[in-house]
């Protein structure tokens, strides 16, 4: 099984502030591993996939980047908005895995 | 649109069963794989289970594995977690993901997730 470590754990944050959220996996992947932003009590959506293709519609401020093991999702300038919890998730075998998650939180 | 919505949560004893609906719309359902994945309380998202567009495979994660069956009827667009001797630790939200890729199994990105539904053991 493939771990994915994720890091950190929790980023309080103020406006326009910047932040990366890094995820390691154990095993080379190569670029299977996507991410996903999880408001409170919002499904997942999402944000990312293969490592640094944004999906339709997210904000230009998302950007991500990685190959192989390690993996980076930046958020440039937050937004109010940006509050919830990343995940990072491999698809490079079963099973698949996630990251353990980073909450974003506004100060 | 795309739609996703899962059905069939509830509180259930220690060591029963219950069945989990995913209800799909929006897209040739025949065509993508599906997943179920939970999240538990305090905790992050876990993958639970992958099946074909066809239905001919099937993978589990480790923690459920001979408990838990995938299954779908691509006639009602529809995918199914049957859930066996379940345990508190298999209490959480519980949410039906579309595969991003068409002919897929489970190496792919999940693009649209449902709502969730809640699953208490006690």
């Known amino acids: 099984e493939i771990v994915l470590s994720q890091s950190p754990d929790f980023q309080s944050v103020t406006p326009k502030e910047k932040v990366t959220i890094t995820c390691r996996a154990s095993?080379?992947?190569?670029?299977?591993l996507h991410w996903y932003q999880q408001r409170p009590d919002q499904s997942p959506v999402l944000l990312m996939k293969?490592?640094?293709q944004p999906m339709s519609g997210v904000p230009s401020r998302f950007s991500g980047s990685g190959f192989g093991t390690d993996f980076t999702l930046t958020i440039n300038s937050l937004e109010p908005e940006d509050a919830a919890t990343y995940y990072c998730?491999?698809?490079?075998?079963?099973?698949?895995?996630f990251g353990g998650g980073t909450k974003v939180e506004f100060k | 649109q795309v739609q996703v919505v899962e059905s069939g949560g509830g509180v259930v004893q220690p060591r029963r069963s219950l069945r989990l609906s995913c209800a799909a719309s929006?897209?040739?359902?025949?065509?993508?794989?599906m997943h179920w994945v939970r999240k538990a309380p305090g905790k992050g998202l876990e993958w639970v289970a992958v099946?074909?567009?066809?239905?001919?495979?099937?993978d589990y994660a480790n923690s459920v594995k001979g408990r838990f069956t995938i299954s779908r009827d691509n006639s009602e667009s529809t995918v199914f977690l049957q859930m066996n001797s379940l345990t508190d630790e298999d209490s959480g939200v519980y949410y039906c993901?579309?595969?991003?890729?068409?002919?897929?199994?489970?190496?792919?990105?999940?693009?649209?997730w449902g709502q969730g539904t809640e699953v208490i053991v006690s």
């Open positions: 099946i074909s567009y066809d239905g001919r495979n099937k």
């Open positions: 998730h491999q698809s490079g075998s079963v099973p698949l895995t």
């Open positions: 929006g897209f040739t359902f025949s065509d993508y794989a």
């Open positions: 993901a579309k595969e991003g890729y068409m002919n897929g199994y489970g190496l792919y990105y999940f693009d649209h």
């Open positions: 095993q080379h992947i190569g670029t299977n």
């Open positions: 293969y490592a640094s």
